[in-house]
């Protein structure tokens, strides 16, 4: 049920990413005039026996398409995620605080709601009406990633977090699939009216299941049995800790001046850019410069994120295996699996866009670039339960959040960046997709971390000797007080 909250986030966020193609009344320029692109791919979606001209054929049946420009469609993509940063560390405390269940299963409704009436709000209000829209179905999804991380880190065992975080966040990918697939079958006989109609249907239904059968811990958990439930309370690190006493309040101090932390952060920043690169302009790249229709554009968009879901479990099963071996320790595969996940796809992209009008060889390419970011799942994408899994929830919200900003960002500098949709204008956005995806990722090798943090868990920790900030605010009686002060000197 994790793995459909996750594909139903994605539907919903990504629909509208190949949906807005046919939303939006397209004209095309012809030899002499000023954006003319001679290296533009040929559009064999024009039958080559008739006289129709190009600009015709394109503004056929438009009479109720949006006059939007490149930049405005950025715009646009770009607002969900307004709304997405803003909820992140509110939905993170209050699912650590109240589980994850509700946190997580509300703020899903309230996206899939706004889904599903997005037909009628963009026909009665147009563009603006739209943004406000998606703006609002951020709000409701921003908890989503905190929430399951908060519930992950209540049911994972720490030598299966990998596998988990792989089939649960993979999850992402169906999403991406379903979303890119059905769109394109849909639209191509039918309207663009309806995707929003499917993935906001489907996004109720999700709900209606999750409140049935889902809780956010194991003890709380109705239908597990004894043993399982033993088992868990014996090896889940946040369950222990919660046994034995309340979770102390969020450090703030320690959390906002941890340097490990910070470099997930940036680098989820870099992985972000690329991934929303790939997510929301993909769609917009293949019938734009490549040409194709928008049956193959769905088909074809979703082929890279198959590869990305069959490689994540590939990946997550190899760390485990790796990390219980001890062929390396969970630092060095954070670091090993992040990187393969970001310098690897960057190049893959800019390799596809050298492949100029060559579809089949542009479109292996990006295959390959999502097949090695499927790696992203065992490295960083967990590595917030590793620092610090009793306030998971709140530091996944900050890495999530301030990451998301890439998707703010990087919609509308494609836009302004591809104002004729050109290939040349879309190579540089590429290349500067790969040098933020390098950037985020050598700081990443440098500061991260992979145990526990000491300020995750004072009492057990104790202070740093280089820590002169002050105490940390954790519930104590004056002999606990005492420990961790000899704890501290200790280390």
């Given at each position: 049920?994790s793995?459909?909250?996750?594909?139903?986030?994605?539907?919903?966020?990504?629909?509208?990413?190949?949906?807005?193609?046919?939303?939006?009344?397209?004209t095309?320029?012809?030899?002499?005039?000023?954006?003319?692109?001679?290296?533009?791919?040929?559009?064999?979606?024009?039958?080559?026996?008739?006289?129709?001209?190009?600009?015709d054929?394109?503004?056929?049946?438009?009479?109720?398409?949006?006059?939007w420009?490149e930049?405005?469609q950025?715009?646009?993509?770009s607002?969900?995620?307004?709304?997405?940063?803003?909820?992140?560390i509110?939905?993170g405390?209050?699912?650590?605080?109240?589980?994850?269940?509700?946190?997580?299963?509300?703020g899903?409704?309230?996206?899939?709601?706004?889904?599903?009436?997005?037909?009628?709000?963009?026909?009665?209000?147009?563009?603006?009406?739209?943004?406000?829209?998606?703006?609002?179905?951020?709000?409701?999804?921003?908890?989503?990633?905190?929430?399951?991380?908060a519930?992950?880190?209540?049911?994972?065992?720490?030598?299966?977090?990998?596998?988990?975080?792989?089939?649960?966040?993979?999850?992402?990918?169906?999403?991406?699939?379903?979303?890119?697939?059905?769109?394109?079958?849909?639209?191509?006989?039918g309207?663009?009216?309806?995707?929003f109609?499917?993935?906001?249907g489907?996004?109720?239904?999700?709900?209606?299941?999750?409140?049935?059968?889902?809780?956010?811990?194991?003890?709380?958990?109705?239908?597990?049995?004894?043993?399982?439930k033993?088992?868990?309370?014996?090896?889940?690190?946040?369950?222990?800790?919660?046994?034995?006493?309340?979770?102390?309040?969020?450090?703030?101090?320690?959390?906002?001046?941890s340097?490990p932390?910070?470099?997930?952060?940036v680098a989820?920043?870099?992985?972000?850019?690329?991934?929303?690169?790939?997510?929301?302009?993909?769609?917009?790249?293949?019938?734009?410069?490549?040409k194709?229709?928008?049956?193959s554009?769905?088909?074809?968009?979703?082929?890279?994120?198959?590869?990305?879901?069959?490689?994540?479990?590939?990946?997550?099963?190899?760390?485990?295996?790796?990390?219980?071996?001890?062929?390396?320790?969970?630092?060095?595969?954070?670091?090993?699996?992040?990187?393969?996940?970001?310098?690897?796809?960057?190049?893959?992209?800019?390799?596809?866009?050298?492949?100029?009008?060559?579809?089949?060889l542009?479109v292996?390419?990006?295959?390959?670039?999502?097949?090695?970011?499927?790696?992203?799942?065992?490295?960083?994408?967990?590595?917030a339960?590793?620092?610090?899994?009793?306030y998971?929830?709140?530091?996944?919200?900050?890495?999530?959040?301030?990451?998301?900003?890439?998707?703010?960002?990087?919609?509308?500098l494609?836009?302004?960046?591809?104002?004729?949709?050109?290939?040349?204008?879309w190579?540089?956005?590429?290349?500067?997709?790969?040098?933020?995806?390098?950037?985020?990722?050598?700081?990443?090798?440098?500061l991260?971390?992979?145990?526990?943090?000491?300020?995750?868990?004072?009492?057990?920790?104790?202070?740093?000797?280089?820590?002169?900030?002050?105490?940390?605010?954790?519930?104590?009686?004056?002999?606990?007080?005492?420990?961790?002060?000899?704890?501290?000197?200790?280390?």
């Amino acid at each position: 049920m994790s793995l459909l909250a996750v594909a139903n986030a994605y539907t919903m966020r990504v629909c509208l990413n190949l949906a807005i193609t046919q939303m939006v009344r397209r004209t095309a320029a012809v030899e002499g005039d000023e954006n003319y692109d001679p290296d533009a791919c040929t559009d064999y979606n024009i039958q080559s026996n008739t006289t129709m001209k190009l600009a015709d054929y394109l503004m056929r049946d438009s009479s109720d398409l949006f006059e939007w420009s490149e930049a405005t469609q950025g715009l646009i993509l770009s607002s969900f995620y307004y709304g997405y940063v803003i909820t992140h560390i509110p939905g993170g405390m209050l699912a650590e605080r109240f589980g994850g269940k509700w946190v997580l299963g509300l703020g899903l409704l309230s996206t899939a709601v706004c889904t599903f009436i997005t037909p009628f709000v963009v026909k009665t209000g147009g563009a603006i009406a739209l943004f406000v829209l998606r703006v609002i179905e951020g709000l409701g999804e921003g908890p989503t990633m905190p929430a399951l991380m908060a519930m992950i880190s209540k049911w994972a065992p720490k030598a299966e977090r990998a596998r988990f975080g792989a089939i649960v966040f993979g999850g992402a990918q169906i999403g991406n699939i379903a979303g890119s697939y059905f769109s394109g079958l849909i639209m191509y006989d039918g309207s663009w009216e309806h995707v929003f109609y499917l993935f906001g249907g489907f996004g109720l239904a999700w709900f209606i299941i999750w409140c049935i059968i889902c809780y956010s811990t194991p003890n709380t958990h109705p239908f597990i049995s004894d043993r399982e439930k033993k088992f868990l309370n014996e090896n889940v690190q946040a369950l222990i800790h919660s046994e034995k006493q309340k979770l102390d309040p969020v450090p703030w101090k320690a959390l906002l001046r941890s340097m490990p932390l910070w470099s997930l952060i940036v680098a989820g920043i870099g992985h972000d850019w690329g991934y929303f690169t790939m997510v929301t302009d993909l769609p917009k790249y293949m019938t734009d410069v490549l040409k194709f229709n928008i049956k193959s554009a769905g088909l074809l968009s979703a082929m890279p994120y198959v590869a990305m879901w069959v490689a994540s479990f590939f990946f997550g099963l190899l760390c485990d295996f790796c990390v219980k071996r001890k062929y390396h320790n969970i630092t060095n595969a954070r670091k090993i699996y992040t990187t393969i996940a970001a310098t690897g796809p960057g190049i893959c992209i800019m390799l596809a866009s050298y492949s100029g009008c060559d579809t089949t060889l542009a479109v292996f390419w990006f295959i390959a670039a999502m097949t090695l970011m499927g790696a992203y799942y065992s490295g960083m994408k967990i590595n917030a339960l590793d620092i610090t899994p009793n306030y998971a929830g709140t530091t996944t919200a900050m890495v999530n959040g301030i990451a998301a900003i890439s998707g703010i960002i990087t919609p509308y500098l494609v836009g302004l960046l591809t104002p004729n949709s050109t290939l040349k204008e879309w190579r540089i956005a590429f290349w500067v997709c790969l040098a933020v995806l390098v950037i985020t990722n050598v700081q990443y090798l440098i500061l991260a971390k992979g145990e526990q943090l000491w300020w995750d868990d004072i009492k057990k920790h104790g202070y740093p000797s280089n820590w002169l900030h002050g105490d940390l605010p954790v519930r104590k009686n004056d002999s606990e007080k005492a420990q961790i002060k000899m704890n501290g000197e200790k280390k």
